[in-house]
């Protein structure tokens, strides 16, 4: 709706990576670029639904990934807000060890989607593309915290057999 009455041209720009960009006179003599890349914003002048259906692929398994671990997140600190019993319990543990491997799998499928994704709308879209395009480092950090929520569930874990053993001995 914005669009008719702003007057902006129809359509969406997408982001598209491009490399080797020519930078001839951005700097002074006796400094040397050695590569460059950009992020080029590309708007295809015609409908065009299979740019919009890999666009969407570029960017929705990410953030459906991100919020299925959010929501589970919530799940888990509203046990955790009960007390030490909901906190330490097996619940909470596999919570958590759900969130470390939605994360590390959705973010794993995320990239590799992207990736083609990217590919092939910079195959259709720009004259120069690339068959591979890297993830960005989002996926490592990702990753990252992914590994870092199954340590977190180990430790539930471990905290659990603890109270257990405890709540035997008195």
């Known amino acids: 709706m914005a669009i008719a009455f702003i007057g902006a041209p129809k359509g969406i720009s997408i982001p598209l990576r491009v490399f080797d960009v020519p930078t001839s006179g951005m700097v002074p003599a006796g ?14 002048q015609d409908a065009s639904p299979v740019a ?23 799940r888990a600190l509203r046990r955790a807000r009960a007390g ?13 060890r759900g969130i470390g491997w ?14 083609v994704a990217e590919a092939a709308l910079a195959a259709m879209l720009l004259t120069e593309s690339y068959a591979f395009y890297p993830p960005s480092s989002t ?8 590994f870092a929520a199954l340590g977190v569930s180990e430790i539930v874990r471990r ?9 035997a001995k008195v």
């Open 31 to 44: 400094v040397a670029i050695d590569g460059v890349s950009a992020e080029a914003m590309v708007r295809p």
């Open 52 to 74: 919009g259906l890999f666009y969407l692929l570029m960017w929705a398994p990410g953030v459906a990934m991100g919020l299925l671990a959010l929501f589970t997140l919530i």
């Open 84 to 96: 030490d019993r909901a906190l330490f319990s097996a619940t909470t543990a596999d919570l958590l």
């Open 102 to 115: 939605i994360v590390i799998a959705g973010s794993l499928a995320s990239a590799a989607l992207g990736m």
């Open 139 to 146: 996926l490592l950090w990702a990753v990252v915290a992914g």
């Open 159 to 167: 905290g659990l057999a603890l109270l257990e053993e405890v709540e």
